[in-house]
């Protein structure tokens, strides 16, 4: 299916829901919420587990088996072009979705236990829609209300998610007559709300402009360590730069998953761009970088014009091997034009899929 679009909760257990051939529905805005009662909570280092879990519309297999384990407090992507089963991920994980097989955890509660989980975790959809005939205040408290908020803690707590996105003079707007970033910035708020546990965001910068992007995402860099963060996205740098961790997915299946440093391997490699017109073959430079005992292998890519080491982490470090590196090509008077570690996430992600 595409990952463009979000999917509707599915019904009871017993309901049969109509199979779409390979597009699953919009979602609502935002979940429903059934009455309160006391929430258990379980003590997990993983706060979100995933085992085989596959989705079928029909013959169409949207998410093949995946198995994933995000842990507590830390900011993670999911990552794929579309098609790859990102979102039908994400909404199996919000609840939105039941697997046809397999089995989704999120702080030790399947995401059908709304009780259990009510207020401990905030979903931003895509393609959210605020109710446009109600208050920005209005909206929010409603929200705050849903999450068991006592009455006099609402429009506080309210209140200070609102100023946390800036938005704070926003309060008595109406929802219809707010423009795109500032209206992703009010469902940014009602995700964010009463500090939850974890946080589901897709697409969370799509639509904005650079600065709001920038500020959204500083303030998700804020809550590492206060909250497990997930978040779909095409924007590769934008994961790059905020994400611990990570999962690459490809027609449903994942392809490769591990810390940022491992899908880049920053830890094993470094790339230098050299000058147009820097000549290699028989360059006693080269040579020199060759007979460097801290390196695997050296490379050069003549269609980028770029210089490649690689290295076993356990021996060395990247600073490391930058600084011999470079004072090889320095000394040689061979100019350089950047200096990266690893490959970079978007080029990782095209090898891959």
């Known amino acids: 299916m595409s990952d463009t679009e979000a999917a509707k909760p599915e019904s ?9 051939p390979a597009e699953a529905p919009a979602p609502p805005a935002f979940a429903p919420v059934v009455a309160p009662r006391k929430k258990k909570k379980k003590e997990v280092e993983a706060a979100v587990r995933l085992n085989k879990v ?20 830390s900011v993670y992507g999911l990552i794929g072009p ?16 039941k697997p046809t097989e397999g089995s989704v955890e999120m ?5 059908t236990q709304v009780d259990e989980l009510r207020s401990r975790v905030g979903v931003l959809p895509q393609d959210a829609v605020l109710p446009a005939n109600d208050l920005v205040g209005e909206f929010l408290l ?17 209140r200070t998610v609102l100023a946390e996105v800036d938005g704070k003079d926003w309060w008595s707007q109406r929802c219809g007559s707010l423009s795109h970033g500032m209206a992703k910035r009010v469902a940014l708020a009602q995700a964010l709300l009463g500090e ?28 590492r360590g206060r909250a497990t963060i997930i978040i779909s996205s095409h924007n590769l740098q934008e994961l790059e730069e ?27 490699e470094v790339h230098v761009k050299l000058g147009r017109g820097t000549k290699t073959t028989g360059a006693p ?45 320095l000394n040689a008077q061979v100019k350089i034009s950047g200096v990266t570690k690893g490959r970079g996430l978007e080029q990782r992600v095209m090898d891959l899929t």
């Not at 579309?82 to 979705?97: E, H, P, Q, R, V």
Request: aromatic content about 6%.
């Open 142 to 158: 409603h929200m705050a209300r849903l999450q068991d908020f006592p009455p006099e803690k609402a429009e506080e707590a309210a």
């Open 285 to 329: 430079w080269m040579q020199q970088v060759r007979d460097l005992k801290m390196l695997k292998r050296v490379e050069i890519d003549e269609e980028r014009t770029e210089l490649v080491v690689y290295f076993e982490r356990k021996e060395t470090d990247a600073e490391t091997v930058i600084a011999h590196v470079l004072w090889i090509l």
């Open 12 to 20: 009871a257990p017993s309901a049969e829901a109509p199979a779409p």
């Open 196 to 223: 939850p546990e974890v946080v589901l965001l897709d697409e969370p910068t799509a639509g904005l402009d650079p600065r709001v992007a920038y500020e959204v995402r500083q303030l998700i860099k804020g809550r």
């Open 107 to 111: 702080l030790g509660f399947a995401p």
């Open 54 to 73: 596959t989705k079928r519309f029909g013959t169409k297999t949207a998410v093949d088996e995946v198995t994933l384990k995000i842990k507590a407090g």
């Open 242 to 268: 905020i994400c611990d961790a990570a999962a690459i997915l490809d027609r449903g299946r994942v392809v490769a998953s591990g810390s940022m440093t491992e899908l880049t391997a920053s830890s094993e």
């Open 82 to 97: 579309n098609g790859a089963g990102k979102t039908t991920t994400f909404s199996m994980m919000a609840g939105y979705l």
